[in-house]
């Protein structure tokens, strides 16, 4: 019996159904089935009762057309259920479970975006994976495939966020999943998968990294055998890649070598340092945790200095030298200390050719954050014409008192052109933080504590001119602050300039009693094209003007040229109208937890 005709047969019946079955008599395609069907049916009655059929639906007129394809259709039907298997040809294995506890509460409806989101491509993907997390949608077994095989996302924020965030919560729950869709030839989803498997496994994963160390694609392999690091016996094969030729799979057993810490290993971490792979090195010598290795790489640097102050290819022993610093890094051990001490002691190490490497081991020295390193880079003050300045400086504020640090370097801003009081200048900006920050960031910069300045600075920055600086280091009511603020609004009224609108912020802060007047005044004075958008800071400011001036606002408003700010304005105005009358109270109650805790409150 020849099964295929019937699934020929069945394919040209379903055709009909579609065309119509006015279209069946003498359909030309049954009408070359027919003698197949009417040979098979004098072996099979079956057969002949379908050959029938089928004649029967070719001689057919339209009107009956309908229902003889439909009793063909049915009588088809009915034997090709007959003739269906459910053998397979593969063996038969027993099947395996996975023991998972995983729930499955969540309706369908519920896991579907996310499953699409870890799925399909497209924007705000990241935004429906992060609230599916926060949601508890993970421990949905449902889910799990699909989170793994977002493993392979393109967009790398979300295979980052899944193997850094959601697989460890998952746990053994994800492993069935992960060691399904591993491949030893894949990318970078593979190798976290494997990363992922190994945390899982830790004590029954070492066959599978060997596998993948040696067999797998380049990305695997590396993965693989830097994770080999936790595998001591492995010694010997890890050393032997740290000579492959590729950089990547000599990059990752380093990384390897520095997770073992044996004497081979640092023996083989000291030499990379300074061969062609110098580069790789760094890192690993920093995770290493063996403090023979820091102690092997501060007398290599030590002998390298040597050189350096010999005047021995300088250029090439700077450069390995910086070499040696970078590996130094987060090193906090004294001996690392007694050598930068050593080396920013040095006369003929202050050289040109040594820039990089002067600013490096200055910078390294700050990093430790250890009370003798801090307490050296202070000495660095007024040393080789005040080069350190910007370190000693921020030493100096780590551990003395705040009058101590100003009059220890009040006296290098006399003159603003000299290249100290500069980069003084340079690093007090760096380290405050703007008003507009204050306002976007105020989480972090909620630890700043702004009291710890000496109070003389801001009258220092007005001697100055330093008109941001006043801003940033205004406390509490001064005369001489608000005298200044005020000169200096006046002289240059212009409501679009950062600075000006900053001054004015800490004026209203101050409760100047003129400030909503100049506020005013300065607005006017621009005239009606002077802006197209504000910004916190002067949002602010207008909603800080008392209500009396809510009718100058609206006038001011109604002149602009551009309606969206003309809009934003009138808005504005209709706040400040309604506002309640206010009774005086003063600053400090207003403020309650000084300048800096009202600006945020008013800036929230």
């Given at each position: ?137 993970f421990h949905d077994f449902r889910v799990i495939p699909a989170a793994v095989s977002a493993l392979d996302d393109s967009y790398v924020e979300i ?333 240059l009224p212009n409501f679009n300039r950062s600075k000006t609108a900053n001054m004015l912020l800490i004026l209203f802060s101050q409760s100047y ?35 009396p001036y809510a009718e100058r606002l609206q006038q001011f408003a109604e002149g602009l040229s551009y309606q969206g700010m003309k809009n934003q ?36």
């Amino acid at each position: 019996m020849s099964i295929d005709l019937l699934f020929e047969l069945q394919h040209e019946v379903r055709r009909l159904f579609i065309a119509g079955s006015g279209m069946a008599a003498g359909d030309l395609r049954l009408q070359k089935m027919l003698p197949q069907l009417q040979k098979l049916g004098e072996s099979a009655p079956v057969f002949n009762r379908m050959a029938q059929a089928v004649s029967q639906v070719l001689d057919t007129e339209t009107s009956g057309s309908a229902s003889r394809l439909l009793e063909l259709g049915m009588l088809l039907n009915s034997v090709l259920y007959t003739q269906g298997k459910t053998e397979t040809k593969e063996d038969l294995v027993p099947m395996e479970g996975t023991g998972a506890n995983l729930s499955t509460s969540f309706p369908y409806r519920k896991l579907h975006p996310l499953i699409e989101a870890l799925t399909q491509k497209g924007q705000g993907r990241m935004e429906q994976i992060r609230q599916g997390y926060d949601d508890g949608l993970f421990h949905d077994f449902r889910v799990i495939p699909a989170a793994v095989s977002a493993l392979d996302d393109s967009y790398v924020e979300i295979p980052d966020f899944l193997h850094r965030k959601v697989m460890p919560t998952l746990g053994v729950e994800a492993l069935p999943a992960l060691q399904q869709q591993f491949r030893l030839d894949g990318g970078k989803g593979d190798a976290r998968r494997l990363e992922l498997i190994h945390d899982l496994l830790p004590t029954s994963a070492l066959d599978l990294l060997l596998q993948a160390a040696k067999q797998g694609s380049t990305e695997v392999r590396s993965t693989a055998i830097e994770l080999l690091g936790d595998y001591p016996d492995q010694e010997d094969f890890i050393l032997e890649q740290a000579d492959d030729k590729k950089k990547e799979i000599r990059r990752a057993a380093l990384f390897a070598l520095s997770r073992l810490g044996t004497e081979q290993a640092i023996a083989r971490l000291y030499k990379a340092l300074g061969s062609k792979d110098q580069d790789l090195a760094i890192e690993p010598i920093q995770l290493c945790k063996a403090n023979d290795l820091t102690l092997s790489v501060i007398g290599h640097a030590e002998s390298v200095l040597e050189r350096i102050v010999q005047r021995t290819k300088v250029e090439d022993s700077a450069q390995q030298l910086l070499a040696d610093i970078r590996s130094l890094q987060g090193k906090r051990v004294p001996e690392v200390v007694e050598f930068l001490e050593k080396l920013l002691s040095t006369p003929n190490f202050i050289v040109p050719e040594t820039e990089a490497v002067q600013e490096a081991a200055a910078d390294l020295l700050l990093q430790l954050d250890l009370p003798e390193a801090d307490g050296f880079a202070v000495t660095l003050h007024e040393v080789y014409n005040r080069k350190f300045i910007a370190y000693s400086f921020r030493a100096a504020i780590k551990i003395l008192p705040p009058e101590d640090v100003y009059e220890r370097f009040c006296h290098d801003l006399k003159d603003k052109k000299q290249p100290a009081a500069k980069e003084l200048l340079r690093e007090l900006y760096e380290m405050t933080p703007t008003l507009l920050y204050q306002a976007d960031e105020p989480h972090e910069v909620a630890s700043a504590n702004f009291t710890t300045w000496d109070p003389r600075w801001v009258h220092l920055f007005v001697k100055l001119d330093e008109e941001e600086l006043v801003c940033r280091f205004a406390q509490d009511l001064d005369l001489k602050v608000t005298t200044y603020l005020v000169k200096k609004c006046e002289e240059l009224p212009n409501f679009n300039r950062s600075k000006t609108a900053n001054m004015l912020l800490i004026l209203f802060s101050q409760s100047y009693p003129d400030a909503p007047k100049l506020l005013m005044d300065i607005l006017e004075k621009g005239g009606a094209k002077q802006f197209y958008y504000l910004d916190r800071v002067q949002l602010t400011l207008l909603s800080l003007l008392p209500k009396p001036y809510a009718e100058r606002l609206q006038q001011f408003a109604e002149g602009l040229s551009y309606q969206g700010m003309k809009n934003q304005l009138l808005e504005i105005a209709e706040t400040i109208a309604a506002k309640p009358e206010q009774t005086e109270r003063s600053d400090h109650e207003e403020k309650g937890q000084g300048l800096w805790g009202w600006i945020k409150s008013k800036m929230s």
